[in-house]
């Protein structure tokens, strides 16, 4: 991409690449092509997180208003019920093929593969997320809220019944929303911390960077607890 070899302080192209790669994903969205999105993320992803790091503030900041910024969240919140709908259809199929004894060994590794390749469409919306709340601080907060949040609390919920993939993601996304938009709800970080010693506790040995960021994710709570509260 040139934005991440050649010029990474040309803001103006790329808000040009952002308004084509956006249109893209709004294709790929109406024609249910999660696959499509997923790369789409990627890409944007990339732009976003070499613009975030140019060395001048007036250069970090790609949206150019806070409408276009919340106007990308009911994006992402869109595609995100995508994924979600895509999943549960695959899931679905997997579960039906199962209770008619239709699933061999080499079938449950292509339908895996298929359920790998679904989710992580979320893993790059998620990548998008963290480089806006990096870059917008308590600014993203809302776009988060309303967006985001939602779909990594249903992966913490259902811990038990996800991709390991799909539960670093989610811990990952809270880690990154306490420390840079909302580190002030304190219910919320208890009930993180507790969530993320469950799933500590409750990782197989074999899962080690499930319990290890989930371990990771409870020093990061606690870094915003604060004593006198309890």
């Given at each position: 991409?040139?934005?991440?070899?050649?010029e990474?302080?040309?803001?103006?192209?790329?808000?040009?690449?952002?308004?084509?790669?956006?249109?893209?994903?709004?294709?790929?969205?109406?024609?249910?092509?999660?696959?499509?999105?997923?790369?789409?993320?990627?890409?944007?992803?990339?732009?976003?997180?070499?613009?975030?790091?140019?060395?001048?503030?007036?250069?970090?900041?790609?949206?150019?208003?806070?409408?276009?910024?919340?106007?990308?969240?009911a994006?992402?919140k869109?595609?995100?019920?995508?994924?979600?709908?895509?999943?549960?259809?695959?899931?679905?199929?997997?579960?039906?093929?199962?209770?008619?004894?239709?699933?061999?060994?080499?079938?449950?590794?292509?339908?895996?593969?298929?359920?790998?390749?679904?989710?992580?469409?979320?893993?790059?919306?998620?990548?998008?997320?963290?480089?806006?709340?990096?870059?917008?601080?308590?600014?993203?907060?809302a776009?988060m809220?309303?967006?985001?949040?939602?779909?990594?609390?249903t992966?913490?919920?259902?811990?038990?019944?996800?991709?390991?993939?799909?539960l670093?993601?989610?811990?990952?996304?809270?880690?990154?929303?306490?420390?840079?938009?909302?580190?002030?709800?304190?219910?919320?970080?208890?009930?993180?911390?507790?969530?993320?010693?469950?799933?500590?506790?409750?990782?197989?040995?074999?899962?080690?960077?499930?319990?290890?960021?989930?371990?990771?994710?409870?020093g990061?709570?606690?870094?915003?607890?604060?004593?006198?509260?309890?």
């Amino acid at each position: 991409m040139l934005v991440a070899q050649g010029e990474p302080t040309n803001v103006a192209f790329f808000k040009e690449l952002y308004g084509l790669l956006g249109m893209s994903i709004m294709k790929a969205h109406k024609n249910k092509d999660v696959k499509e999105m997923k790369l789409l993320f990627k890409s944007l992803f990339h732009c976003m997180r070499v613009i975030s790091q140019n060395e001048e503030a007036v250069n970090q900041r790609f949206f150019e208003s806070a409408a276009q910024m919340q106007a990308f969240g009911a994006l992402m919140k869109q595609c995100f019920e995508l994924v979600w709908a895509a999943k549960n259809d695959q899931l679905a199929i997997s579960a039906d093929r199962a209770k008619h004894g239709e699933i061999e060994e080499e079938d449950e590794d292509e339908l895996k593969e298929e359920l790998y390749k679904i989710t992580g469409a979320a893993t790059y919306i998620n990548e998008c997320a963290d480089i806006i709340m990096t870059t917008y601080k308590t600014d993203a907060a809302a776009l988060m809220d309303d967006s985001v949040k939602w779909y990594f609390a249903t992966i913490l919920q259902q811990f038990k019944m996800v991709s390991e993939r799909e539960l670093q993601d989610a811990t990952f996304f809270f880690m990154e929303y306490v420390e840079h938009c909302n580190s002030s709800d304190a219910l919320m970080v208890y009930g993180l911390c507790a969530q993320f010693i469950d799933i500590a506790v409750w990782a197989k040995p074999e899962m080690a960077d499930v319990r290890q960021n989930a371990i990771y994710g409870i020093g990061a709570m606690c870094q915003h607890i604060n004593p006198s509260q309890f």
